[in-house]
Protein backbone atom coordinates (compact mmCIF):
# COMPACT_ATOMS: atom_id res chain seq x y z
CA UNK A 1 0.00 0.00 0.00
CA UNK A 2 1.19 3.38 -1.04
CA UNK A 3 1.62 5.99 2.04
CA UNK A 4 0.13 9.20 0.92
CA UNK A 5 0.90 11.05 4.18
CA UNK A 6 3.05 14.29 4.65
CA UNK A 7 6.36 13.17 4.06
CA UNK A 8 7.79 16.52 5.85
CA UNK A 9 8.63 16.54 9.46
CA UNK A 10 7.72 19.89 9.83
CA UNK A 11 5.04 20.65 12.43
CA UNK A 12 4.27 24.38 11.26
CA UNK A 13 0.78 25.22 10.19
CA UNK A 14 1.15 26.43 6.09
CA UNK A 15 -1.22 29.13 7.15
CA UNK A 16 -0.58 30.65 10.50
CA UNK A 17 3.23 29.18 11.29
CA UNK A 18 2.08 28.42 14.18
CA UNK A 19 3.91 25.43 15.72
CA UNK A 20 1.35 22.98 16.32
CA UNK A 21 1.34 18.54 17.63
CA UNK A 22 -1.55 17.57 15.27
CA UNK A 23 -1.74 18.80 11.45
CA UNK A 24 -3.65 17.80 8.56
CA UNK A 25 -2.42 16.04 5.87
CA UNK A 26 -2.41 19.16 3.82
CA UNK A 27 -0.02 20.95 6.87
CA UNK A 28 -3.09 22.82 8.08
CA UNK A 29 -4.18 23.73 11.83
CA UNK A 30 -7.44 22.83 13.07
CA UNK A 31 -8.20 26.15 13.13
CA UNK A 32 -6.82 26.99 9.91
CA UNK A 33 -8.42 24.27 8.65
CA UNK A 34 -11.70 25.16 9.63
CA UNK A 35 -11.40 29.05 8.68
CA UNK A 36 -10.92 27.44 5.22
CA UNK A 37 -13.57 25.02 5.12
CA UNK A 38 -16.09 27.79 6.21
CA UNK A 39 -14.57 30.33 3.57
CA UNK A 40 -15.51 27.86 1.02
CA UNK A 41 -19.03 27.35 2.15
CA UNK A 42 -19.71 31.23 2.12
CA UNK A 43 -18.17 31.37 -1.40
CA UNK A 44 -20.18 28.60 -3.15
CA UNK A 45 -23.11 29.78 -1.45
CA UNK A 46 -22.79 33.47 -2.42
CA UNK A 47 -21.52 32.63 -6.12
CA UNK A 48 -18.17 34.43 -5.76
CA UNK A 49 -14.66 34.08 -4.70
CA UNK A 50 -12.09 31.50 -6.15
CA UNK A 51 -12.96 28.71 -5.22
CA UNK A 52 -16.96 29.15 -6.83
CA UNK A 53 -14.18 30.30 -9.76
CA UNK A 54 -12.45 27.18 -9.82
CA UNK A 55 -15.03 24.74 -9.47
CA UNK A 56 -17.19 26.43 -11.99
CA UNK A 57 -14.20 25.66 -14.86
CA UNK A 58 -13.57 22.71 -13.88
CA UNK A 59 -17.34 21.66 -14.12
CA UNK A 60 -17.39 23.16 -17.74
CA UNK A 61 -14.52 20.76 -18.63
CA UNK A 62 -15.90 17.91 -17.49
CA UNK A 63 -19.46 18.07 -18.98
CA UNK A 64 -17.34 19.66 -22.06
CA UNK A 65 -15.20 17.31 -21.94
CA UNK A 66 -11.83 20.10 -22.24
CA UNK A 67 -8.97 19.78 -20.24
Given at each position: ?12 CK ?53
Amino acid sequence: MIDLRRKTKSNTCKICHKKKRKLSARGLCEDCSKNRNVSAIFQMRAKEGPVYEKWKKNLRSAILGES
